[in-house]
T-cell receptor, first 111, second 113 residues
């Protein structure tokens, strides 16, 4: 099983829609989680961190489900500018571990 | 704020040539890593380092070497370029592995012909 798995999509939704996607992780000891956004031909940039209690930032909500070992990202009232690839990131659980990225979920918002 | 500086931005190599991709950060980050990204795919970890003098292999290390003689620099060396190494390469750094944001360089688009 891959350490971090995402549905590759693409998700193609109309502007204004709500869209959600998940990311599963294999290491139950993982403590921190992140969602990154990557625009076409650009470097990834941090979108938001995922805390145990969940995290909300405007139209974006990130949740953690430890029992089922997945994190989710919900985007409400989607905008054309939300079109991008969303990568989940699960850093290692020890100081010597590596940072593994999911393969990304491609989101396309249509007018 | 320079952040993570990656050079060159574009490079074309002939099969068998060697080259070094440079990566430098000015944030005093301990953790640095190299990823490659192929079309339609995510980031695959090549090598990483948790501090000066310490490096380790990631998911796809074959054909690449790294060294970390200083905290600031983490160069990636292609030993003998192959067409399969055509990709976009990203260098990243973070203060620590856990609970911190990773900052990326702008990427190097490498084509091996």
């Amino acid at each position: 099983r891959k350490e971090v798995e995402q549905d590759p999509g693409p998700f193609n939704v109309p502007e204004g829609a709500t869209v959600a996607f998940n990311c599963t992780y294999s290491n139950s000891a993982s403590q921190s989680f992140f969602w990154y956004r990557q625009d076409c031909r650009k470097e990834p940039k941090l979108l938001m961190s995922v805390y145990s209690s969940g995290n909300e930032d405007g139209r974006f909500t990130a949740q953690l489900n430890r029992a089922s070992q997945y994190i989710s990202l919900l985007i409400r009232d989607s905008k054309l500018s939300d079109s991008a690839t969303y990568l989940c990131v699960v850093p290692g659980y020890s100081s010597a571990s590596k940072i593994i990225f999911g393969s990304g979920t491609r989101l396309s918002i249509r007018p | 704020n320079a952040g993570v500086t990656q050079t060159p931005k574009f490079q074309v190599l002939k099969t068998g040539q060697s080259m070094t991709l440079q990566c430098a950060q000015d944030m005093n980050h301990e953790y640095m890593s190299w990823y490659r990204q192929d079309p339609g795919m995510g980031l695959r970890l090549i090598h990483y380092s948790v501090g000066a003098g310490i490096t380790d292999q990631g998911e796809v290390p074959n054909g690449y070497n790294v060294s970390r003689s200083t905290t600031e620099d983490f160069p990636l060396r292609l030993l003998s370029a192959a067409p399969s190494q055509t990709s976009v390469y990203f260098c990243a750094s973070s203060y620590a592995v856990r609970s911190t944001e990773a900052f990326f360089g702008q990427g190097t688009r490498l084509t091996v012909v």
